[in-house]
């Protein structure tokens, strides 16, 4: 009697993992749906508002700079 408790136990614990990977490959399909997307958006932008993309890419970098020099802030001290 205890092997098929043990076997129950056994089955169930490996169906909560099957779920947990199943709903992360799901969320993991989402999110690449979103980026695919937003690569999309960044290319409708980039041709019709050239400018705007340029701003965009600009601003982007002077964030980027700026988490760098805090960053290396912080590490100096």
């Known amino acids: 009697m205890t092997g098929n408790t043990d076997l129950i136990e056994n ?5 909560k993992v099957h779920h947990s ?3 992360a490959a799901m969320a993991i399909g989402d ?4 980026y695919g997307e937003l ?3 960044v290319g ?11 701003e965009a890419m600009l601003c982007a970098e ?6 760098e020099d805090r960053e290396a802030a ?3 001290g």
């Open 31 to 34: 999110l690449s749906q979103m």
């Open 74 to 76: 912080r590490d100096a």
């Open 11 to 15: 089955l169930e614990e490996f169906t």
């Open 44 to 54: 409708f932008v980039e041709a019709r508002y050239p400018a705007v993309h340029k």
């Open 21 to 23: 990977i199943l709903d």
């Open 62 to 67: 002077r964030i980027a700079q700026a988490r």
């Open 39 to 41: 690569l999309a958006y």
